[in-house]
């Protein structure tokens, strides 16, 4: 006998207790599963008032999944494709901002076990950083720190 359906209420918790969805993200999910008579606008203002949706957890593990691999602007970027906007996004953009040259060049060890011995291969390195969505400033602070820190380990 097959199962009945999952309501959408069901299917949304059922996301939300994967991981963290913003309102935008988990609009989109819910979308192909409503039928007549559901809304999904009415479920999402529910969840966020029973604290089972929250942009400020989302917002919190986005940052927390991307920062160790990307920088600033691509984070910033992908939040903003979420959705996220307004006084949250400036005040992740500031913390963000505190340790970005940190993560730029933990980023190039990883990548790159010495500092490029020539102009070319320092091109590279930071085009490699670039499309990971590091700041200049903080590129240009990595490629400069990253081998000084690298010695003590």
Do not use: T
């Amino acid at each position: 006998m097959p199962r009945p359906p999952i309501s959408l209420k069901a299917r949304a918790l059922k996301y939300l207790s994967s991981r963290e969805h913003s309102r935008l993200e988990l609009a989109r999910k819910l979308a192909p599963y409503a039928q007549e008579g559901d809304d999904i606008e009415a479920l999402l203002d529910w969840l966020e008032q029973s604290r089972f949706l929250s942009q400020e957890r989302f917002s919190e593990s986005l940052v927390h999944r991307r920062a160790a691999r990307y920088g600033n602007n691509r984070i910033l970027s992908e939040l903003h494709s979420h959705g996220i906007e307004g006084d949250a996004l400036s005040e992740l953009r500031q913390d963000l901002k505190l340790g970005e040259a940190a993560r730029a060049a933990e980023v190039l060890r990883r990548k790159y076990a010495a500092p490029a011995p020539d102009a070319e291969s320092r091109a590279k390195q930071q085009r490699f950083l670039m499309q990971r969505g590091f700041s200049h400033d903080s590129i240009r602070a990595a490629l400069k720190l990253a081998w000084l820190a690298g010695d003590d380990q």
